[in-house]
Each structure stands twice: as structure tokens, then as C-alpha cells.
């Protein structure tokens, strides 16, 4: 008999994913966005999650459509935007992002900012936002996998321990704290913070591994 830790009913996720690209969108090449959120939420998320994908063109109105669509009819407490957030022309996600927040979080572009910084000097050109709308939280991520993971994650010391806490550190309390579903994370993946009188307790089961 194994003594298990099992949260008090695990909320299901509704999370919108959003891969914002011209050539993507019209088929021009394949996209690699969508995927790599997926990817990663599916292990970084204990809870059972519908995604809700969009893969739309560089179109600010389009955007903001999405992402209003996304949070009001499809009720996604959280959205996730990748791409478009560079200071190039046909780059407007920042834009159509704010347009349709309610709250900005100023911290989360800052954070992202922060650590790629620890990768590409260009990294002070990136412009991504985050909002609220509602109980949803909206944020805009850069538009490589591999960046995606870094600011999701954060950076890790040689020998494993957190050296610079990734954005989703905070995601789940944030989302507490609009109303939204309780979020249980995979530590060793992402490590969530939440203050001791926010965190869920436990009940112990019994079960039989036999």
C-alpha cells in the first residue's frame, strides 16, 4: 500500500494557443508554434487541458478578434500568443494584445526580456506584453520553440537548480488571483509559486500497487 498525495479535484484547463505568422498562415512553410505549446503545457500541467488553437496572420484586428474570441465565447483562462511581438512593420501582436486587455502585467514582458537577454543581445528588441481580460490571462511569448521553452522555464545552473525563474512561475497565481481554475504544475518542469495560504491542500489516499 502507497501513500499518494492527491490534490482535493483537479481542475480542467481550457488554454488557447495562438501561432501569429504571415508565410505560416498561408501555408508557406509549416508552423513550428503550435506545437511547441502544446508540447510544453501538456508537461508542464497536471490538470486535463482542451487547447484551443488559432494560427492567424500579422493582421492586428485579426489578433484581437482571436484573442477576444478566445477569453469571452471559448472561456480560456489562460491564452498564449507566439510570434509578431519584434519591432518589424507587419509585427503587431503587442498592439492587438493591449487592445483587448482589461489590465496590463508589465511584468511578464520584463521577465521574458530578462532572460534572453542571457542568449541574444537583441533580445531588447522584443515587445512582448502580457494582460488580463476578464479571468483570463493573456501573454505573448517570442516565436522560436526554443525561446518559447527558455522564458517558460527559465535558466537552469549546471547542476540543475534554478538560476533565473521562468515566466510560468507565476502563472498559476496570477490566474488564482483573476478567478480562474487552480493550476497544478510539474516541478520538475516548472517550479509554480504560490504563497502558503493559496496552495491546495492535500488528502491522503491509499492505493495499491500491488
Given at each position: ?23 505560416a498562415?498561408?501555408?508557406?512553410y ?9 508540447e ?12 484551443e488553437?488559432?494560427?492567424i ?6 489578433i484581437?478578434?482571436?484573442?477576444v ?15 509578431g ?17 482589461h ?79 487552480y493550476?497544478?504544475?510539474d516541478?520538475?518542469?516548472c ?20
Amino acid at each position: 500500500m502507497t501513500e499518494l498525495n492527491i490534490p482535493e479535484g483537479t481542475d480542467p484547463l481550457t488554454i488557447g494557443i495562438v501561432s501569429i505568422s504571415d508565410r505560416a498562415s498561408t501555408g508557406v512553410y509549416e508552423d513550428r508554434g503550435l506545437p511547441a505549446l502544446k508540447e510544453w503545457l501538456s508537461k508542464a500541467l497536471k490538470n486535463p487541458i482542451t487547447f484551443e488553437a488559432r494560427l492567424i496572420p500579422d493582421e492586428q484586428d485579426a489578433i484581437s478578434a482571436a484573442l477576444v474570441d478566445l477569453v469571452d465565447r471559448a472561456g480560456c483562462c489562460l491564452v498564449l500568443t507566439t510570434g509578431g511581438t519584434g519591432p518589424a512593420l507587419r509585427d503587431v501582436t503587442p498592439e492587438a494584445t493591449l487592445a483587448v486587455g482589461h489590465k496590463e502585467m508589465p511584468g511578464f514582458g520584463e521577465q521574458m526580456r530578462q532572460i534572453s537577454l542571457n542568449f541574444v543581445p537583441t533580445a531588447i528588441l522584443s515587445r512582448q506584453v502580457a494582460v488580463v481580460r476578464g479571468r483570463s490571462l493573456i501573454i505573448n511569448l517570442p516565436g522560436q520553440p526554443k525561446s518559447i521553452a527558455e522564458t517558460l522555464e527559465g535558466l537552469r545552473a549546471a547542476e540543475g537548480s534554478v538560476a533565473v525563474p521562468g515566466i510560468f512561475a507565476a502563472v498559476p497565481y496570477c490566474v488564482d488571483l483573476i478567478g480562474g481554475p487552480y493550476m497544478e504544475a510539474d516541478d520538475a518542469v516548472c517550479r509554480a509559486f504560490r504563497p502558503k495560504n493559496a496552495i491546495r491542500p492535500a488528502k491522503q489516499t491509499s492505493a495499491d500497487r500491488g
